[in-house]
Nanobody, 121 residues
Framework: QVQLVESGGGLVQPGGSLRLSCAAS????????MTWVRQGPGKGLEWVSS????????TYVDSVKGRFAISRNNAKNTLYLQMNSLEPEDTAVYYC??????????????WGQGTLITVSS
């Protein structure tokens, strides 16, 4: 079955960096756009970034532009989110999500279990 497994979360100090990974299985990874969504404590879901199936186009929410970078390795069936200059406001559970087609925005079809990022000194 379709499965998305995030890793790389943890505690980091403000200004620090982390890289999230999402290992995908059960579908042809290279033919679907992918998205990262986060949910901060006591907050709703917030779309963070998306990437097309081939990785040729990306998009970001304004609050992370210039700090986060989404990428993918289709040979390894893995999605990444490089997060730099982290701020306390980035504290959230981050979800890897499979889109419904080769590009975005589409339907968010399958969600991973999430990985917690805590930005605190």
């Amino acid at each position: 079955q379709v499965q998305l497994v995030e890793s790389g979360g943890g505690l980091v100090q403000p200004g620090g960096s982390l890289r999230l990974s999402c290992a995908a299985s059960g579908f042809t990874f290279s033919t679907y756009a992918m998205t990262w969504v986060r949910q901060g404590p006591g907050k709703g879901l917030e779309w963070v970034s998306s990437i097309t199936s081939g990785g040729d186009r990306t998009t970001y929410v304004d609050s992370v532009k210039g700090r986060f970078a989404i990428s993918r390795n289709n040979a390894k069936n893995t999605l990444y989110l490089q997060m730099n200059s982290l701020e306390p406001e980035d504290t959230a559970v981050y979800y890897c999500v499979k889109e419904s087609g080769i590009s975005y925005p589409g339907d968010l079809e399958v969600w991973g279990q999430g990985t917690l990022i805590t930005v605190s000194s």
